[in-house]
Structure formats: C-alpha cells, structure tokens
T-cell receptor, first 111, second 116 residues
Framework: EAQVTQNPRYLITVTGKKLTVTCSQN?????MSWYRQDPGLGLRQIYY???????DKGDVPEGYKVSRKEKRNFPLILESPSPNQTSLYFC??????????FGPGTRLTVL | AQKVTQAQTEISVVEKEDVTLDCVYE???????LFWYKQPPSGELVFLIR??????QNEISGRYSWNFQKSTSSFNFTITASQVVDSAVYFC?????????????FGTGTRLTIIP
C-alpha cells in the first residue's frame, strides 16, 4: 500500500531534550516536505527536500533540522525543543507536478 | 508571495442543507495549482481535489463541486445535501510551478459543523 508513515504519532517531551520524528514513504517520490499546523495559522512549511542530499528551508525553519540520506526517509530533528514547538507535524511527499501525499501527523507537546 | 484566504472561520448548517466554502488566493505565478483538503476530527489530511491554473472548468464529484474563477482569484467548494460525516476542517491550498519547491501555501481553514 502506497503511504507516508510518521513515528511517533504522539510525543510529550521536556524542553531541551533532543528528539527526532521519522518520516518514510514507499512511493519512490523525489520531493518531501515537513509542515507544522497551529490553530488559526493553517499549515506552514518547515523544510523541504528535492532529492537525496538536497534540502532547503521553508517558511518556519528555526529550531529544526532535517536530513535526506535516503530517498524514502526524511527525518525532522529538534535539537533543543522549546514549548513554542508544540504543534501538529505533517510529512508529505510527491512526484514532481503531482499531488502531495501526507502522513498521519505527529502531535508533539513540549513542556 | 503566495497567499490563501479562507474568510469563513466556522460554519454550521443543518444536515441536508447545501454549503459553500470560500477560498480566495493571490499569486504572481502564471502556472499554479489549487487544492482542497479535508481534515476530519481524527486529524489526517484527506486530499479532495487538485486544479491547475489553465483549467477553469468546474468539477463535480458526487455531492462535492468546485468553482474556479481566475477573474476573481477564487476556488470555492460546495457540498450539496450535507451529511454529518462532512463535519471537518477544510483547507484550501495553493502551489506554484512544479519542479521547484512545491510548497503548499494553506489557508487557515474553515471548520464545518453539520448539525443532525
């Protein structure tokens, strides 16, 4: 089944404790992206990747890192999480010029 | 810069009524794509439709229809004979020319509640 998976789905952590949210797709998509969703703001892009080893900042990259060592994986890294990173995070992937497939979301709470 | 405006924050209608969700967009691109996504209470994003800027034909899919008007930069979504299962947050989104950052610029969403 074609899908984008994210882990964990729910995470409660404390300020400053490094964490990684994994994203994996099985559709051989070149393009992958991370968004965060906050009430009243819709979804905003954090980082994107156009292919292996090619990543770039989106609209709200501060406090996040990403890597793309393999085509299927695009982890989101929070080196030192802060409460303002409490949000719902979505990973997405697509072939160029096609619809984006979204993962199920990761709800992160930073205390 | 791209922008999507969904002026209706929340809408409530009684079941079986028709409802239209408004979406107005801004872009300088000549080629762009418009989308609608549904986010049910379970939280996932469900793709509903994708439209490119060269195709202004209205689209109908069952009880759903979309009206794309470049002259007013609008891409409105109508649900006919609404049902309780239509209750969700609906997002309109815009992306620019492909083969680059295919970032989706989202509106802030419209929360639709269907009252049984």
């Amino acid at each position: 089944e074609a899908q984008v998976t994210q882990n964990p789905r729910y995470l409660i952590t404390v300020t400053g404790k490094k964490l990684t949210v994994t994203c994996s797709q099985n559709m051989n998509h070149e393009y992958m992206s991370w968004y965060r969703q906050d009430p009243g703001l819709g979804l905003r892009q954090i980082y994107y990747s156009m292919n292996v080893e090619v990543t770039d900042k989106g609209d709200v990259p501060e406090g996040y890192k990403v890597s793309r060592k393999e085509k299927r994986n695009f982890p989101l890294i929070l080196e030192s999480p802060s409460p303002n990173q409490t949000s719902l995070y979505f990973c997405a992937s697509s072939l160029y010029g096609d619809e984006q497939f979204f993962g199920p979301g990761t709800r992160l709470t930073v205390l | 810069a791209q922008k999507v405006t969904q002026a209706q924050t929340e809408i409530s209608v009684v079941e079986k009524e028709d409802v239209t969700l408004d979406c107005v967009y801004e872009t300088r691109d000549t080629t762009y794509y418009l989308f609608w996504y549904k986010q049910p209470p379970s939280g996932e994003l469900v793709f509903l439709i994708r439209r490119n800027s060269f195709d202004e034909q209205n689209e109908i899919s069952g009880r759903y229809s979309w009206n794309f008007q470049k002259s007013t930069s609008s891409f409105n979504f109508t649900i006919t004979a609404s049902q309780v299962v239509d209750s969700a947050v609906y997002f309109c989104a815009l992306s620019g020319t492909p083969w680059g950052n295919e970032k989706l610029t989202f509106g802030t969403g419209t929360r639709l509640t269907i009252i049984p």
